[in-house]
């Protein structure tokens, strides 16, 4: 399945009808971006970070529920806006290095009604594992 | 097992500590606290909010995390510092209406190393619930 | 929403269709069963226990599942053959006592095409809360 | 981190201690074994059937957490007798063609008292991923 938006195309529709994932401080790239799977980093800001400099836990979550929006955006335009999260769940493995953090997502259900994405956290620093998180999509409103 | 810190020291420690967590237009009100419980209200700003008025999903995931950590902090004091979200699970069940939403967390183990807390969010509007999270915390680091 | 099997009807349903659900030394008593709700007791058998005489972990998913299936099929009877799980989640809390168990289920959204189900497993020798699970189903099919 | 016992120390010790995991019908094939990764085979028997000959859920629940326990024994020994799920989340993605299932199991977390493991299951039919879990281990007992 094509993608039919590029990631401009998506962040310009973001930025129209989303502002508040894209506010002050809250800075994602996207590093790649194809049928299935995308890779998208997070400069974090002020706001997002815990002592120490780590990105805190709901700055990942987040990030998580962001880009695979991103992808779905990418595949559906605008009618991914009918897609609503119906069940999100995570697991933080370590703490992850001050630095870049990068969401690599990929789906592993496409379906008509329901989308599975699994998406492992990076940490850019060390290339470790520092979340793994696993995101139900159903198109069409709860 | 007693609470060491009222709600105010709980927030004072919050302020002094995790000031992000309390940053411009995020406001928590402790509704009530007690041994293992604990209902915890967010008037959503602006940034929390997507179209329509409704509270994000985003702004729900951290407000489960940051009432239990609520909870943990009242019973443990600064202790509860080491505690770190080990997983955390969310489904969403319903648009909320717009308007305050609640946090009603019980923990259902609190044991030394491992603590499981179950939260319902409810729509103070029509005392319905929009979401059923689950979250295990694990004290001493991951 | 009212039902339109009993228990009665529900369990002949299961022993023509998924008599391996109720094999040999599966024991399943329904304990009450109303809409949108119903408290399922599992007297393990020999298989289901491990060293110490209590319920396995296995056990107690497969009682979760089939405990749903149960209250599905009393609400829309052989309608329900159509639900899929698409997404289990158990976290275990404690070993439970040797004796019987009750899975004490209540569906926290039935909708037309997603139902979610929370489930507390309790031993009944000591009251005790050993699981908590929640369980999502899609009916039309994955 | 080497690998303690073999594929057949781990089997004779689970044969005398837990002969239920492996009772009549359940038939267990370690594919590949290393550390931190593992692939096992299930040939089903009749008892985790459903109807059209595709493996059960609770089927492939237990197979997951059997998986692992495996994998835990081969690195830890009988030491690995304390490990206890603590959670366990599986999505089920699309029904197994009929014919065997393989696990492959990864640890993404190898902690001194957490251990977190990702486990994909394949119908080796076709190929396909057929369902997606990850489960926490506890060692020290809950």
Not at 15 to 29: I, K, M, S
Request: hydrophobic share 45%; aromatic share 8%.
């Amino acid at each position: 399945m094509a993608l039919k938006w590029s990631a401009e195309q998506v962040f310009s529709f973001l930025r129209e009808e989303f502002p508040q994932a894209l506010r002050d401080g809250v800075n994602y790239e996207v590093v790649t971006l194809q049928p299935g799977e995308a890779h998208i980093r997070l400069l974090a800001g002020e706001q997002q970070l815990r002592p120490g400099g780590t990105v805190s836990g709901p700055a990942m979550m987040e990030m998580v529920d962001f880009s695979i929006y991103v992808l779905l955006l990418a595949h559906h335009k605008e009618a991914a806006r009918l897609a609503v999260t119906t069940n999100l769940t995570i697991s933080f493995l370590r703490k992850p290095q001050p630095g870049p953090i990068v969401a690599q997502i990929k789906l592993i259900k496409h379906g008509r009604t329901l989308t599975v994405a699994r998406v492992d956290i990076i940490s850019e620093t060390d290339a470790k594992l520092v979340a793994s998180s696993e995101v139900t999509y159903f198109m069409g409103g709860i």
